[in-house]
């Protein structure tokens, strides 16, 4: 057995990147690097926790591990990260293979996933004019509107009954809802009736689905020892727009229920930054209508709270891994062909040299020039990302991050629980989402009438 651990190894550092020189990191045993170490924080922490950990420790934007005969370079401040990600984005435009990720895209025929490059082209043009072209977004604008209307009746009713409500559960059903039905025309599974649904929310067969999908993601680039061990692949091109339709329905998932959950959160204990969004709202589109997508443009504060979300609180740890296709540089130091980058998302938003305060959500930060938007192309923090591996998404997924936030925000007004002092902020132990789902007390704060739909 271990004689043939021992060949695997040999045979499998021979063929991949050679070892690079110079960058910080911690100690790497012959042939297996930091693997032991990987593997001993998969049980004991979580590999996140422990990477920004060294970090720390080492004082340092920019590391180096070696897995097995992987580089890994993990990347923790923008300048750096905006010369991995858009100045040498023609050289860090390959992902890695992964059995998650290959499982996901069925062999990789989507975009997202793939680390094929000529695959990556062909997909990224049939999601840039086939699904995520301005003319179609306009077109789908009545489902995603359905939705939202849909979402706040849900809302109203519970507070009928008993006001107490999981955002985390409603905004991830309203992206899961919304999803499905843009991209399969369907919202439900099941042939329960209609009725039953709009008035209790998502029937089982939609909880069952939305959490298959967060379960699948969180093992998507989660370190797995066997993803360091590749085998080769055959690739296969049929099929691609549903494939590419499968992972927009994970691109989507995640990150706007997420940030969603966490601005209310922070805002709950902080009543004077959710005064100013309130008081935006009713000057802005005021208490007789709908908030609707047409309004988000002038609704800068609340973009600002979304962006410290983003900021503070980003779903993932990192962006989806990059791999360098030639030798290349990184820093000034020499990177080689086949090295997997990552950036770290908290390491940009939380970076003490970029903000003051860094963990204390002040949107006010984003409120310096006019006409705020989502994304952040100088990387201070990641929301989209930027370069040719960035988010083709931006335009929808502020959208449906905005109308949902928005939507929350004016149809109710949200607090504690009786018993509770203070939303308690902890992270949980295996990622960045709260600990706990934000339950709170919601009540309308608009006619009646207007929670009816059309
Ligand atoms: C708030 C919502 C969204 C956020 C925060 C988000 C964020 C991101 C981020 C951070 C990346 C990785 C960028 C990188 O590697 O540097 C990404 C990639 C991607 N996103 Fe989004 N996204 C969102 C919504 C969407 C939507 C609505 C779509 C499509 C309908 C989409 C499609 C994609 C695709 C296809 C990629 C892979 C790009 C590539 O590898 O070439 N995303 N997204």
Known sequence: MVTFGVHILLRYNRSTSR???????????????????????????????????????????????RFGSVNVIVIACPEIALEVAREKDAVFVSRPTTFASETLSFGYMGSTLTPDVQQWKKMRRVIRTEILSPALEKQLHHLREE?????????????????????????????????RKLMFSKRYFTDQPADHLSADGPGPNEVEHVGALFTMLSHVYSFSISDYFPSLVGLNFDGQEKVVKREIVFAIIDNPPNEVEWALAEMINKPEVMKKAIDELDKVVGKDRLVQESDISQLNYLKSCVREAF???????????????????????????GSHVLISKIGLGRNTKVWTEPNEFRPERHMDNGNVVLSEPDLRFVSFGTGRRGCPGISLGTSITMILFARLLQGFTWTKPANIDKISLEEAKSSLALAKPLTLHASPRLAASLYKGK
């Open 19 to 65: 070892k690079i020189i110079g960058l910080p990191g911690p100690v790497k045993l012959p042939l297996i690097g930091n693997m032991h170490q990987l593997i001993w924080n998969k049980h004991t922490s979580v590999v996140f926790r422990w990477i920004h950990q060294l970090l720390k420790e080492l004082d340092t934007d920019i590391l180096c591990l």
């Open 147 to 179: 939705e939202i209307d849909h979402m706040v009746k849900c809302i109203y009713n519970t507070c009928n009954s008993n006001n107490i409500v999981n955002v985390r559960h409603v905004a991830r059903h309203f992206c899961g809802n919304m999803i």
């Open 311 to 337: 900021r503070v609180h980003p779903f993932r740890p990192f962006t989806p891994p990059r791999v360098a296709i030639a030798d290349t540089t990184i820093a000034g130091y020499t990177v080689t062909k």
